[in-house]
């Protein structure tokens, strides 16, 4: 019961560790790179699906990415959702391909971001912390029933805290290495 608890509290931190990877990707940091898309959704046949699953998305150089819808009445689509997305992305429509450059960061704005990575961060410490409360509520109630003792609880309740830990160290290493990035210039 405990190996079963720890494991799935392993892999549910794990996925809030991830879900911070992905939040961090869509915050841009001057350079261009493809997943910085991924969000943006496109009415597609009166569907709403991602950019990328209705055109090839690449790089053109460090600053540009481009976007070449796979049919062509789709390239005024995608250039009005990549406009109004909150990416604040300005494409320059070159008839069969969609320039997109990445504008530079204005200290003001490094900063800005900054702040919201720290949020998004602190939202992800959280999450991880009310998996280990989850997790401890559920060895005490399994001492209540008597399914294990109060040792196993004890010993239970360090890995837990450990598990915990090395999941908000991980937390702060990709924080820290992301500041890093939005401040370069």
Known sequence: MISELKKTLEHKMQKSVETLKTDLA??????????LLDHV???YYGS????????????????????QAWEKPMLGKIERAIRDSDLGLNPA????????PMPA????????LTKVVRN?????KVAVRNLRRDANQQLKDAVKD???????????????????????????KLLAAKEQELMQI
């Open 41 to 43: 959704m496109v009415e």
């Open 120 to 124: 998004e961060g602190e939202s992800a």
């Open 146 to 172: 008597k399914e294990i003792s109060e040792d196993d609880e004890r010993r239970a309740e360090e890995d837990v805290q450990k598990l915990t830990d090395r999941h908000v160290a991980e937390i702060d």
């Open 105 to 112: 960061l204005t200290e003001e704005r490094r900063r800005d």
């Open 26 to 35: 869509k915050v841009r940091t001057g350079r261009a790179h493809t997943g």
């Open 93 to 100: 429509n070159m008839g069969e391909l969609l320039r997109v």
């Open 48 to 67: 709403m699906v991602p950019v990328n699953q209705v055109a090839n998305i690449s790089l053109i150089d460090a600053r540009t990415i481009g976007v």
